[in-house]
């Protein structure tokens, strides 16, 4: 079994959905949704990578969006698609970005309530990776896989 058919199997066991493009592979799964009237919110992980069996790296990249639709009430606070977080972190480190699902879900001043551990995707394919005689690298943003 090749290693990009390892970590399809595993990503089919996470419940989210895998697509490719230009070989570039992307799971999303959803890790939470809050319903209110005539408004919907989601908020998506969505793991990046592709698989460069020449130079036998798998280079991936993670992201959480939160996305929603609909009609509010009138209160900012609840306004749907509207809303900033600003996160810093060190653009020369190839480390993974450090920081909680549970900090990166607070958008309109509410909390996501959830079990998701992101941090275990990350490291099974890593783990994959590792077993089949790849170098897992981490990128901060997508460009370039």
Known sequence: MSVTDE???YTASTGGTCTEKKGVYRLSIIVAERKAF????KLTYTLSFRVDDE?????????????GLG???GSTDDSPGFGFKAESYNTFATKPREGT???Q?????KQYTYAFEFSKVREEIERIALA?????????????L
């Open 7 to 9: 970590i399809l199997t």
């Open 105 to 109: 879900s607070t958008l309109f001043g």
């Open 101 to 103: 699902i549970q900090e």
């Open 38 to 41: 005539l408004s919907k919110k």
């Open 55 to 67: 130079n036998r790296t798998i280079r991936f990249t993670e992201m959480l969006s939160e996305s």
């Open 71 to 73: 009609l509010s009430g």
């Open 132 to 144: 089949a005689g790849y170098r897992p690298a981490y990128q901060l943003t997508p460009a370039g």
